[in-house]
Protein backbone atom coordinates (compact mmCIF):
# COMPACT_ATOMS: atom_id res chain seq x y z
CA UNK A 1 0.00 0.00 0.00
CA UNK A 2 1.44 3.16 -0.89
CA UNK A 3 2.18 5.86 2.20
CA UNK A 4 1.15 9.51 2.50
CA UNK A 5 4.85 10.00 2.79
CA UNK A 6 5.56 8.61 -0.79
CA UNK A 7 3.00 10.77 -2.11
CA UNK A 8 3.55 14.29 -0.87
CA UNK A 9 7.38 13.88 -2.49
CA UNK A 10 5.26 13.98 -5.64
CA UNK A 11 6.02 17.87 -7.03
CA UNK A 12 3.31 18.39 -8.74
CA UNK A 13 1.49 17.78 -5.64
CA UNK A 14 3.96 20.18 -3.62
CA UNK A 15 3.44 22.76 -5.75
CA UNK A 16 -0.46 22.46 -5.71
CA UNK A 17 -0.49 22.78 -2.34
CA UNK A 18 1.50 26.02 -1.94
CA UNK A 19 -1.03 27.54 -4.76
CA UNK A 20 -4.18 27.17 -2.03
CA UNK A 21 -5.32 30.90 -1.26
CA UNK A 22 -5.77 29.26 3.24
CA UNK A 23 -3.12 27.99 5.51
CA UNK A 24 -3.31 24.18 5.09
CA UNK A 25 -1.96 21.40 7.14
CA UNK A 26 -1.62 17.75 6.09
CA UNK A 27 -1.98 15.38 9.28
CA UNK A 28 -0.65 11.95 9.52
CA UNK A 29 -4.09 9.30 10.03
CA UNK A 30 -2.58 7.66 13.19
CA UNK A 31 -0.14 9.91 15.01
CA UNK A 32 -2.24 12.61 14.08
CA UNK A 33 0.85 14.87 13.78
CA UNK A 34 1.61 17.10 10.48
CA UNK A 35 3.71 15.38 7.98
CA UNK A 36 3.28 18.60 5.53
CA UNK A 37 2.00 22.19 5.37
CA UNK A 38 2.12 24.92 2.96
CA UNK A 39 3.92 28.41 3.00
CA UNK A 40 0.81 29.98 4.41
CA UNK A 41 0.36 27.42 7.62
CA UNK A 42 2.32 28.73 11.06
CA UNK A 43 4.94 25.98 12.15
CA UNK A 44 3.33 26.31 15.20
CA UNK A 45 0.12 27.32 16.20
CA UNK A 46 -0.30 28.79 20.17
CA UNK A 47 -3.28 29.78 20.78
CA UNK A 48 -4.54 30.08 24.33
CA UNK A 49 -7.82 27.97 25.90
CA UNK A 50 -11.20 29.02 24.00
CA UNK A 51 -14.67 27.58 23.23
CA UNK A 52 -14.31 25.18 20.33
CA UNK A 53 -18.48 24.76 18.58
CA UNK A 54 -18.66 22.08 16.57
CA UNK A 55 -20.16 19.20 15.94
CA UNK A 56 -18.52 16.37 17.51
CA UNK A 57 -20.44 14.44 19.90
CA UNK A 58 -20.18 15.11 23.99
CA UNK A 59 -17.46 17.57 23.24
CA UNK A 60 -17.90 20.89 24.56
CA UNK A 61 -15.02 21.36 26.80
CA UNK A 62 -12.36 24.30 25.94
CA UNK A 63 -9.74 23.07 24.00
CA UNK A 64 -6.78 24.71 21.15
CA UNK A 65 -6.04 24.34 18.17
CA UNK A 66 -4.00 21.70 19.15
CA UNK A 67 -6.72 19.26 20.18
CA UNK A 68 -7.03 15.95 18.28
CA UNK A 69 -10.99 15.39 18.46
CA UNK A 70 -11.98 17.13 14.90
CA UNK A 71 -8.87 14.61 13.22
CA UNK A 72 -10.43 11.36 15.31
CA UNK A 73 -13.87 12.45 14.45
CA UNK A 74 -12.93 12.86 10.77
CA UNK A 75 -11.05 9.65 10.34
CA UNK A 76 -13.60 7.48 12.12
CA UNK A 77 -16.63 8.76 9.90
CA UNK A 78 -14.53 9.46 6.80
CA UNK A 79 -16.62 12.58 6.07
CA UNK A 80 -15.88 16.55 6.18
CA UNK A 81 -15.82 18.53 9.30
CA UNK A 82 -15.84 22.06 9.78
CA UNK A 83 -15.10 23.55 13.54
CA UNK A 84 -15.19 27.20 14.60
CA UNK A 85 -13.00 27.94 17.42
CA UNK A 86 -13.45 31.46 19.29
CA UNK A 87 -10.76 33.18 21.45
CA UNK A 88 -9.61 36.72 23.26
CA UNK A 89 -6.36 38.18 22.94
CA UNK A 90 -5.10 41.57 23.85
CA UNK A 91 -6.09 42.57 19.98
CA UNK A 92 -9.35 41.69 20.49
CA UNK A 93 -12.00 38.74 19.99
CA UNK A 94 -10.83 36.14 17.03
CA UNK A 95 -12.46 32.88 15.04
CA UNK A 96 -10.64 30.37 12.83
CA UNK A 97 -13.21 28.11 10.85
CA UNK A 98 -10.91 24.73 10.54
CA UNK A 99 -12.22 22.97 7.72
CA UNK A 100 -10.96 18.65 8.26
CA UNK A 101 -11.12 16.42 4.94
CA UNK A 102 -10.15 12.51 4.83
CA UNK A 103 -8.06 11.56 1.93
CA UNK A 104 -8.90 7.88 1.40
CA UNK A 105 -7.39 5.42 -1.02
CA UNK A 106 -9.12 2.90 -3.06
CA UNK A 107 -9.35 0.69 -0.09
CA UNK A 108 -11.78 3.76 1.12
CA UNK A 109 -8.82 3.97 4.13
CA UNK A 110 -8.14 7.31 5.32
CA UNK A 111 -4.52 7.77 4.60
CA UNK A 112 -3.96 11.40 5.61
CA UNK A 113 -6.21 14.54 6.86
CA UNK A 114 -6.53 17.54 5.23
CA UNK A 115 -7.30 21.05 7.35
CA UNK A 116 -7.83 24.60 5.57
CA UNK A 117 -7.89 27.08 8.61
CA UNK A 118 -10.10 30.09 7.24
CA UNK A 119 -10.15 32.99 9.47
CA UNK A 120 -13.67 34.02 10.20
CA UNK A 121 -12.83 37.01 13.11
CA UNK A 122 -15.01 39.47 11.09
CA UNK A 123 -17.69 37.72 9.93
CA UNK A 124 -18.14 36.48 13.92
CA UNK A 125 -17.96 40.13 14.81
CA UNK A 126 -20.69 41.20 12.50
CA UNK A 127 -22.80 38.29 13.64
CA UNK A 128 -22.43 38.88 17.43
CA UNK A 129 -23.20 42.86 16.42
CA UNK A 130 -26.83 41.88 15.04
CA UNK A 131 -27.32 39.94 18.27
CA UNK A 132 -26.65 42.81 20.38
CA UNK A 133 -28.53 46.06 19.48
CA UNK A 134 -30.35 46.06 16.36
CA UNK A 135 -31.20 49.82 16.00
CA UNK A 136 -27.80 50.80 16.88
CA UNK A 137 -26.57 48.45 14.70
CA UNK A 138 -28.58 49.69 11.91
CA UNK A 139 -26.43 52.77 11.35
CA UNK A 140 -23.33 51.22 11.59
CA UNK A 141 -23.70 48.55 8.64
CA UNK A 142 -23.98 51.06 5.49
CA UNK A 143 -20.52 50.67 4.94
CA UNK A 144 -19.36 46.94 6.36
CA UNK A 145 -18.09 44.61 4.11
CA UNK A 146 -21.28 42.61 4.05
CA UNK A 147 -24.20 42.82 2.10
CA UNK A 148 -27.54 43.43 4.26
CA UNK A 149 -30.78 43.61 4.18
CA UNK A 150 -33.92 44.17 6.23
CA UNK A 151 -36.92 42.12 5.21
CA UNK A 152 -40.28 42.81 6.81
CA UNK A 153 -42.03 39.72 7.56
CA UNK A 154 -45.37 41.72 7.43
CA UNK A 155 -45.79 43.45 4.50
CA UNK A 156 -43.54 41.18 3.10
CA UNK A 157 -40.91 43.93 1.44
CA UNK A 158 -37.27 44.42 1.42
CA UNK A 159 -37.47 48.38 3.51
CA UNK A 160 -33.53 48.36 4.11
CA UNK A 161 -30.27 47.55 2.21
CA UNK A 162 -27.01 48.64 2.92
CA UNK A 163 -23.80 49.87 0.05
CA UNK A 164 -22.22 46.67 0.07
CA UNK A 165 -25.79 45.21 -0.89
CA UNK A 166 -26.30 47.85 -3.10
CA UNK A 167 -23.21 47.17 -4.72
CA UNK A 168 -22.88 43.48 -4.73
CA UNK A 169 -26.89 43.10 -6.29
CA UNK A 170 -26.18 45.87 -8.35
CA UNK A 171 -30.20 47.59 -7.80
CA UNK A 172 -31.11 50.52 -6.98
CA UNK A 173 -33.15 51.60 -4.05
CA UNK A 174 -36.41 52.28 -6.36
CA UNK A 175 -35.56 48.12 -7.74
CA UNK A 176 -35.70 47.02 -4.32
CA UNK A 177 -38.71 48.50 -3.22
CA UNK A 178 -40.26 46.56 -5.65
CA UNK A 179 -38.15 42.92 -5.51
CA UNK A 180 -39.69 39.81 -4.42
CA UNK A 181 -36.33 38.36 -2.16
CA UNK A 182 -36.27 35.11 -3.96
CA UNK A 183 -35.29 36.93 -7.16
CA UNK A 184 -32.11 37.41 -5.52
CA UNK A 185 -31.44 33.53 -5.62
CA UNK A 186 -31.24 31.02 -8.61
CA UNK A 187 -34.68 28.89 -8.89
CA UNK A 188 -32.82 25.51 -7.29
CA UNK A 189 -32.36 27.39 -4.04
CA UNK A 190 -36.04 28.61 -3.99
CA UNK A 191 -37.26 25.83 -1.07
CA UNK A 192 -34.18 26.86 1.01
CA UNK A 193 -35.09 30.95 0.62
CA UNK A 194 -39.10 30.44 1.09
CA UNK A 195 -38.34 28.82 4.11
CA UNK A 196 -36.43 31.36 5.73
CA UNK A 197 -38.98 33.75 4.38
CA UNK A 198 -41.83 32.11 6.02
CA UNK A 199 -39.71 31.98 9.38
CA UNK A 200 -42.35 32.68 12.69
CA UNK A 201 -40.30 31.47 15.64
CA UNK A 202 -38.74 33.63 18.41
CA UNK A 203 -37.26 37.34 18.44
CA UNK A 204 -33.49 37.42 18.33
CA UNK A 205 -33.63 33.50 17.21
CA UNK A 206 -30.91 33.20 14.53
CA UNK A 207 -31.85 31.00 11.09
CA UNK A 208 -29.22 28.31 10.41
CA UNK A 209 -26.93 29.52 7.81
CA UNK A 210 -27.27 28.84 4.01
CA UNK A 211 -23.59 28.01 3.00
CA UNK A 212 -22.23 28.67 -1.05
CA UNK A 213 -25.25 29.78 -2.16
CA UNK A 214 -25.57 30.78 -5.20
CA UNK A 215 -26.76 34.86 -5.28
CA UNK A 216 -27.72 36.62 -8.67
CA UNK A 217 -26.99 39.56 -9.55
CA UNK A 218 -28.73 42.00 -11.09
CA UNK A 219 -28.75 41.90 -15.09
CA UNK A 220 -26.23 39.30 -15.08
CA UNK A 221 -23.98 37.54 -13.02
CA UNK A 222 -24.05 35.62 -9.93
CA UNK A 223 -21.70 35.08 -6.59
CA UNK A 224 -21.45 32.98 -3.30
CA UNK A 225 -22.35 33.83 -0.09
CA UNK A 226 -22.69 32.13 3.00
CA UNK A 227 -26.33 33.54 4.05
CA UNK A 228 -26.51 34.18 7.66
CA UNK A 229 -30.55 35.10 8.69
CA UNK A 230 -32.07 36.69 12.51
CA UNK A 231 -35.63 37.36 13.33
CA UNK A 232 -36.11 41.08 15.24
CA UNK A 233 -39.01 42.78 17.16
CA UNK A 234 -38.56 47.08 15.44
CA UNK A 235 -40.63 49.67 16.14
CA UNK A 236 -41.55 49.51 12.58
CA UNK A 237 -42.49 45.88 12.64
CA UNK A 238 -41.07 42.51 12.90
CA UNK A 239 -37.88 41.32 10.46
CA UNK A 240 -36.02 39.42 8.95
CA UNK A 241 -32.43 40.42 8.93
CA UNK A 242 -30.41 39.03 6.02
CA UNK A 243 -26.44 39.35 5.83
CA UNK A 244 -24.99 38.20 2.85
CA UNK A 245 -20.95 37.20 2.89
CA UNK A 246 -19.13 37.03 0.09
CA UNK A 247 -17.50 33.07 -0.56
CA UNK A 248 -16.22 33.36 -3.72
CA UNK A 249 -13.06 32.88 -3.52
CA UNK A 250 -13.33 30.16 -0.79
CA UNK A 251 -15.75 28.24 -2.99
CA UNK A 252 -13.37 28.24 -5.58
CA UNK A 253 -10.59 27.69 -3.22
CA UNK A 254 -13.01 24.61 -1.70
CA UNK A 255 -13.78 23.09 -5.54
CA UNK A 256 -10.12 23.56 -6.46
CA UNK A 257 -9.27 21.31 -2.79
CA UNK A 258 -12.21 19.11 -3.93
CA UNK A 259 -10.37 18.25 -7.18
CA UNK A 260 -6.95 18.31 -5.64
CA UNK A 261 -8.31 15.31 -3.10
CA UNK A 262 -9.79 13.14 -6.02
CA UNK A 263 -6.75 13.95 -8.11
CA UNK A 264 -4.53 13.15 -5.23
CA UNK A 265 -6.94 9.37 -4.65
CA UNK A 266 -6.73 7.97 -8.42
CA UNK A 267 -2.87 9.05 -7.93
CA UNK A 268 -2.99 6.46 -5.06
CA UNK A 269 -4.88 3.88 -6.18
CA UNK A 270 -2.44 4.23 -9.68
CA UNK A 271 0.63 3.83 -7.42
CA UNK A 272 -1.04 1.34 -5.23
CA UNK A 273 -1.57 -1.10 -8.76
CA UNK A 274 2.11 0.07 -9.61
CA UNK A 275 3.03 -1.62 -6.13
CA UNK A 276 0.52 -4.48 -6.67
CA UNK A 277 2.14 -5.60 -10.05
CA UNK A 278 5.66 -5.21 -8.54
CA UNK A 279 4.77 -7.28 -5.83
CA UNK A 280 2.71 -9.81 -7.43
CA UNK A 281 6.46 -10.07 -9.93
CA UNK A 282 8.47 -10.45 -6.82
CA UNK A 283 6.07 -13.29 -5.83
CA UNK A 284 6.70 -15.19 -8.99
CA UNK A 285 10.13 -14.94 -8.98
CA UNK A 286 10.74 -16.28 -5.70
CA UNK A 287 8.38 -19.26 -6.12
CA UNK A 288 10.11 -20.09 -9.44
CA UNK A 289 13.41 -20.20 -7.38
CA UNK A 290 11.68 -22.14 -5.14
CA UNK A 291 10.47 -24.31 -7.87
CA UNK A 292 13.69 -25.14 -9.13
CA UNK A 293 15.47 -26.41 -6.03
CA UNK A 294 12.68 -28.69 -4.60
CA UNK A 295 11.34 -31.94 -5.71
CA UNK A 296 7.49 -30.75 -5.27
CA UNK A 297 5.59 -29.37 -8.28
CA UNK A 298 4.46 -26.07 -9.51
CA UNK A 299 0.97 -27.30 -8.76
CA UNK A 300 1.58 -27.56 -5.05
CA UNK A 301 3.10 -24.28 -4.63
CA UNK A 302 0.05 -23.15 -6.65
CA UNK A 303 -2.36 -25.69 -4.36
CA UNK A 304 -0.97 -23.93 -1.04
CA UNK A 305 -2.03 -20.41 -2.10
CA UNK A 306 -5.60 -21.29 -2.77
CA UNK A 307 -6.42 -23.93 0.11
CA UNK A 308 -4.57 -21.04 1.88
CA UNK A 309 -7.34 -18.87 0.52
CA UNK A 310 -9.82 -20.98 1.31
CA UNK A 311 -8.55 -22.05 4.84
CA UNK A 312 -8.59 -18.10 5.90
CA UNK A 313 -11.94 -17.34 4.63
CA UNK A 314 -13.80 -20.03 6.76
CA UNK A 315 -11.58 -18.95 10.18
CA UNK A 316 -12.76 -15.36 9.27
CA UNK A 317 -16.26 -16.21 10.01
CA UNK A 318 -14.84 -17.02 13.74
CA UNK A 319 -16.28 -14.45 15.45
CA UNK A 320 -12.53 -14.13 17.43
CA UNK A 321 -10.77 -14.16 13.91
CA UNK A 322 -13.55 -11.66 12.21
CA UNK A 323 -11.44 -8.23 12.90
CA UNK A 324 -7.64 -9.98 11.48
CA UNK A 325 -8.74 -11.45 8.65
CA UNK A 326 -10.18 -8.91 6.50
CA UNK A 327 -10.20 -9.62 3.04
CA UNK A 328 -6.97 -8.04 2.40
CA UNK A 329 -5.08 -9.98 5.02
CA UNK A 330 -6.96 -13.23 3.32
CA UNK A 331 -5.31 -12.10 -0.09
CA UNK A 332 -1.66 -11.90 1.40
CA UNK A 333 -2.14 -14.91 2.96
CA UNK A 334 -2.66 -16.20 -0.60
CA UNK A 335 -0.45 -14.92 -2.13
CA UNK A 336 2.98 -15.24 0.66
CA UNK A 337 1.70 -19.53 1.42
CA UNK A 338 3.12 -20.85 -1.84
CA UNK A 339 6.90 -19.43 -0.12
CA UNK A 340 6.95 -21.08 2.93
CA UNK A 341 9.41 -23.65 1.80
CA UNK A 342 11.49 -20.95 0.46
CA UNK A 343 14.96 -21.67 2.66
CA UNK A 344 15.15 -24.90 1.30
CA UNK A 345 17.02 -23.30 -1.44
CA UNK A 346 19.69 -23.21 0.84
CA UNK A 347 19.26 -27.11 0.89
CA UNK A 348 22.33 -29.25 -0.55
CA UNK A 349 20.63 -31.33 -3.38
CA UNK A 350 22.26 -34.60 -2.11
CA UNK A 351 19.63 -34.53 0.94
CA UNK A 352 16.51 -32.31 -0.73
CA UNK A 353 15.98 -34.28 -3.85
CA UNK A 354 17.30 -37.91 -1.96
CA UNK A 355 14.12 -40.47 -2.55
CA UNK A 356 15.24 -42.30 0.06
CA UNK A 357 14.66 -42.21 3.76
CA UNK A 358 16.82 -39.37 5.62
CA UNK A 359 19.42 -40.33 8.08
CA UNK A 360 18.22 -38.45 11.80
CA UNK A 361 21.51 -36.48 10.85
CA UNK A 362 20.26 -35.19 7.24
CA UNK A 363 17.19 -34.62 8.29
CA UNK A 364 18.27 -31.99 11.37
CA UNK A 365 19.37 -30.17 8.17
CA UNK A 366 16.43 -30.22 6.34
CA UNK A 367 14.90 -28.87 9.35
CA UNK A 368 17.11 -25.48 9.05
CA UNK A 369 15.17 -24.34 5.90
CA UNK A 370 12.50 -22.64 8.20
CA UNK A 371 15.73 -20.64 9.61
CA UNK A 372 17.29 -20.57 5.87
CA UNK A 373 13.96 -19.15 4.48
CA UNK A 374 13.58 -16.32 7.55
CA UNK A 375 17.30 -15.05 6.88
CA UNK A 376 16.25 -14.48 3.33
CA UNK A 377 13.19 -12.69 3.90
CA UNK A 378 14.92 -10.37 6.15
CA UNK A 379 17.43 -9.47 3.67
CA UNK A 380 14.73 -8.87 1.45
CA UNK A 381 12.79 -6.55 3.45
CA UNK A 382 15.65 -4.06 3.29
CA UNK A 383 15.12 -3.47 0.03
CA UNK A 384 11.38 -4.21 -0.39
CA UNK A 385 8.66 -2.28 -1.94
CA UNK A 386 5.95 -4.17 0.29
CA UNK A 387 7.59 -4.44 3.68
CA UNK A 388 4.17 -6.13 4.74
CA UNK A 389 3.82 -8.68 2.18
CA UNK A 390 7.52 -9.79 3.06
CA UNK A 391 6.95 -9.96 6.57
CA UNK A 392 4.13 -12.38 6.24
CA UNK A 393 6.01 -14.55 3.59
CA UNK A 394 9.27 -14.56 6.69
CA UNK A 395 6.69 -15.68 9.52
CA UNK A 396 5.15 -18.83 7.46
CA UNK A 397 8.58 -19.47 6.05
CA UNK A 398 9.75 -19.67 9.67
CA UNK A 399 6.81 -20.84 11.80
CA UNK A 400 4.94 -23.36 9.57
CA UNK A 401 6.88 -26.89 11.32
CA UNK A 402 5.49 -25.55 14.81
CA UNK A 403 3.06 -28.03 16.58
CA UNK A 404 0.26 -26.78 19.08
CA UNK A 405 1.75 -29.01 21.77
CA UNK A 406 5.06 -27.31 21.79
CA UNK A 407 7.38 -30.16 19.70
CA UNK A 408 7.40 -28.54 16.65
CA UNK A 409 10.33 -26.89 15.28
CA UNK A 410 12.50 -24.43 15.09
CA UNK A 411 11.50 -22.59 18.41
CA UNK A 412 9.17 -24.87 20.22
CA UNK A 413 6.55 -22.45 19.95
CA UNK A 414 3.18 -23.26 21.87
CA UNK A 415 -0.40 -22.85 21.09
CA UNK A 416 -1.32 -19.37 20.29
CA UNK A 417 2.83 -18.09 21.10
CA UNK A 418 2.55 -19.36 17.17
CA UNK A 419 1.27 -16.96 15.08
CA UNK A 420 -2.15 -17.42 12.88
CA UNK A 421 -0.19 -17.50 9.65
CA UNK A 422 1.86 -20.29 10.22
CA UNK A 423 -0.88 -22.26 12.04
CA UNK A 424 -3.00 -22.39 9.33
CA UNK A 425 -0.04 -22.82 6.69
CA UNK A 426 0.72 -26.18 9.10
CA UNK A 427 -2.54 -27.79 7.79
CA UNK A 428 -2.22 -26.63 4.56
CA UNK A 429 0.80 -27.62 4.00
CA UNK A 430 -0.04 -30.99 5.54
CA UNK A 431 -3.05 -31.64 3.80
CA UNK A 432 -1.72 -30.82 0.39
CA UNK A 433 1.53 -33.38 1.48
CA UNK A 434 -0.90 -36.26 2.18
CA UNK A 435 -3.07 -35.89 -0.97
CA UNK A 436 -0.32 -35.69 -3.20
CA UNK A 437 1.68 -38.75 -4.51
CA UNK A 438 5.63 -38.44 -4.47
CA UNK A 439 8.33 -41.26 -4.86
CA UNK A 440 8.21 -42.33 -1.59
CA UNK A 441 4.61 -42.20 -0.80
CA UNK A 442 1.21 -42.76 -2.53
CA UNK A 443 -1.29 -40.13 -2.54
CA UNK A 444 -3.71 -40.49 0.31
CA UNK A 445 -7.50 -39.61 -0.10
CA UNK A 446 -9.34 -36.94 1.34
CA UNK A 447 -11.20 -38.76 3.32
CA UNK A 448 -7.45 -40.33 4.78
CA UNK A 449 -6.03 -36.72 4.98
CA UNK A 450 -9.21 -35.87 6.99
CA UNK A 451 -8.85 -38.59 9.38
CA UNK A 452 -5.41 -37.89 9.94
CA UNK A 453 -5.72 -34.21 10.24
CA UNK A 454 -8.89 -34.48 12.84
CA UNK A 455 -6.49 -36.91 14.63
CA UNK A 456 -4.16 -33.81 15.08
CA UNK A 457 -6.24 -31.71 16.60
CA UNK A 458 -4.68 -30.42 19.34
CA UNK A 459 -1.45 -32.09 19.49
CA UNK A 460 -0.06 -30.78 15.84
CA UNK A 461 -2.44 -28.57 15.20
CA UNK A 462 -4.70 -25.64 16.27
CA UNK A 463 -8.34 -27.00 17.09
CA UNK A 464 -9.92 -24.24 16.05
CA UNK A 465 -7.93 -23.97 12.04
CA UNK A 466 -8.69 -27.66 12.04
CA UNK A 467 -12.85 -27.05 12.38
CA UNK A 468 -12.53 -24.34 10.18
CA UNK A 469 -11.14 -27.03 7.50
CA UNK A 470 -13.76 -29.36 8.45
CA UNK A 471 -16.16 -26.38 7.21
CA UNK A 472 -14.95 -25.61 3.42
CA UNK A 473 -13.32 -29.50 3.25
CA UNK A 474 -15.41 -29.82 0.09
CA UNK A 475 -13.93 -26.69 -0.95
CA UNK A 476 -10.22 -28.41 -0.42
CA UNK A 477 -11.33 -31.38 -2.51
CA UNK A 478 -12.53 -29.13 -5.76
CA UNK A 479 -9.28 -27.19 -5.63
CA UNK A 480 -7.34 -30.42 -5.35
CA UNK A 481 -9.13 -31.63 -8.67
CA UNK A 482 -8.60 -28.68 -9.99
CA UNK A 483 -5.27 -27.99 -9.82
CA UNK A 484 -3.77 -31.28 -10.74
CA UNK A 485 -0.06 -32.33 -10.49
CA UNK A 486 1.47 -33.40 -14.02
CA UNK A 487 1.43 -37.18 -13.10
CA UNK A 488 -1.87 -36.77 -12.34
CA UNK A 489 -3.45 -35.57 -15.72
CA UNK A 490 -2.37 -38.42 -17.60
Same mark, same amino acid.
Given at each position: ???????????????????????????????????????????????????????????????????????????????????????????????????????????????????????????????????????????????????????????????????????????????????????????????????????????????????????????????????????????????????????????????????????????????????????????????????????????????????????????????????????????? *?????????? &??????????????????????????????????????????????????????????????? &?? &?????????????? &??????????????????????????????????????? *??????????????????????????????
Amino acid at each position: MITLEELVRDRVFDEIIHMLPYPMNIFHPDTFEIIMTNNLAPADIDIPKMSCHRMVENCSAACDLKCKRPLEVVKREKETLVCTYQYQSEQGNHAIEIHSFPLLDAQNKVVAIIQIYIDTTEQVKLENQLKSSVKRFKSLIENVDMAIMYYNLETKKIDFVNKPFREFFHYTEFDLHRLNPLMLHFEKDYHLIENSLMFTGQDGEHLKTLRNVMCKKNLEGFFYADVHSAVVELDEGRYLIRMFSDVTERKEAEEALERLTKNLEQEVFERTKELQIVQDGMQVVLISLAETRDNETGAHIIRTGELMRALAKSLSRNPKYKKYLNLGKIDM *LAKTAPLHDI &GKIGIPDAILLKTEKLSPNEFEIIKTHTQIGKKAMEKAEKYAVSNEFIKMAKIIAYTHHEKWD &GT &GYPQGLKGEEIPLS &GRLMALVDIYDALTSKRVYKRAYSHEEAKKFIFSESGSH *LDPEVVQAFLEVEQEFVAIKNRIKDEEDMY
